[in-house]
T-cell receptor, first 115, second 113 residues
Framework: NAGVTQTPKFQVLKTGQSMTLQCAQD?????MYWYRQDPGMGLRLIYY???????DKGEVPNGYNVSRLNKREFSLRLESAAPSQTSVYFC??????????????FGNGTRLTVT | GENVEQHPSTLSVQEGDSAVIKCTYS??????FPWYKQELGKGPQLIID?????GEKKDQRIAVTLNKTAKHFSLHITETQPEDSAVYFC????????????FGSGTRLQVQP
């Protein structure tokens, strides 16, 4: 049981380049999330998807787009990368949001550097 | 929106000692408070959580306490071991939706053998 799988693990981009971060979960969770982690700032929500076919903005959505391809997969796209998007990106999933007892399950992250 | 402050940012203890990490939150409507542990190169993992109708919760060597009046909650780790070394995050939310989780800035705990 792999849980939440993120690819790639590392990526270096030049300013203005685009890329898509991939995320897949095998726990049959309805909800999926994208967070970024920056030193001293904890984890900040970029976008989330409460269920297949729906997506909503989080705290820091500017410069990103997402696609909930199916129940398993939730991708994050940077259309024109900027140095301010240098960060570690985490994908997470959970049971339906109505469950208090459902923790967030995180992937191992993608470390992105934009030069 | 919600603001969660976490202290200290780094904490070093001797093996066997206790460690305490504290968080304060700003929104009195928050009612769910999880703690996550992040090991090097891994994603955060839930270690314990508490709801606002409970003042304390324990799970073996870890415990969380909540003071709703003062709007703060704490993580207590007793008999620390080297494998407890990690970054710990507190979080708070007021809705049933996980999207509402606001995280603290993290505490790097180092347990010296």
């Amino acid at each position: 049981n792999a849980g939440v799988t993120q690819t790639p693990k590392f990526q270096v981009l030049k300013t203005g380049q685009s890329m898509t971060l991939q995320c897949a979960q095998d726990m049959n969770h309805n909800s999926m999330y994208w967070y970024r982690q920056d030193p001293g700032m904890g984890l900040r929500l970029i976008y989330y998807s409460a269920s297949e076919g729906t997506t909503d903005k989080g705290e820091v959505p500017n410069g990103y787009n997402v696609s909930r391809l199916n129940k398993r997969e939730f991708s994050l796209r940077l259309e024109s990368a900027a140095p301010s998007q240098t960060s570690v990106y985490f994908c997470a999933s959970s049971e339906p949001p109505s469950s208090y007892n459902s923790p967030l399950h995180f992937g191992n992250g993608t470390r992105l550097t934009v030069t | 929106g919600e603001n969660v402050e976490q202290h200290p940012s780094t904490l070093s203890v001797q093996e066997g000692d206790s460690a305490v990490i504290k968080c304060t939150y700003s929104d009195s409507a928050s009612n769910y408070f999880p703690w996550y542990k992040q090991e090097l190169g891994k994603g955060p993992q839930l270690i314990i959580d508490i709801r606002s109708n409970v003042g304390e919760k324990k799970d073996q060597r870890i415990a969380v306490t909540l003071n709703k009046t003062a709007k703060h909650f704490s993580l207590h780790i007793t008999e620390t071991q080297p494998e407890d070394s990690a970054v710990y995050f507190c979080a708070a939310s007021k809705g049933t939706g996980r999207r509402a989780l606001t995280f603290g800035s993290g505490t790097r705990l180092q347990v010296q053998p």
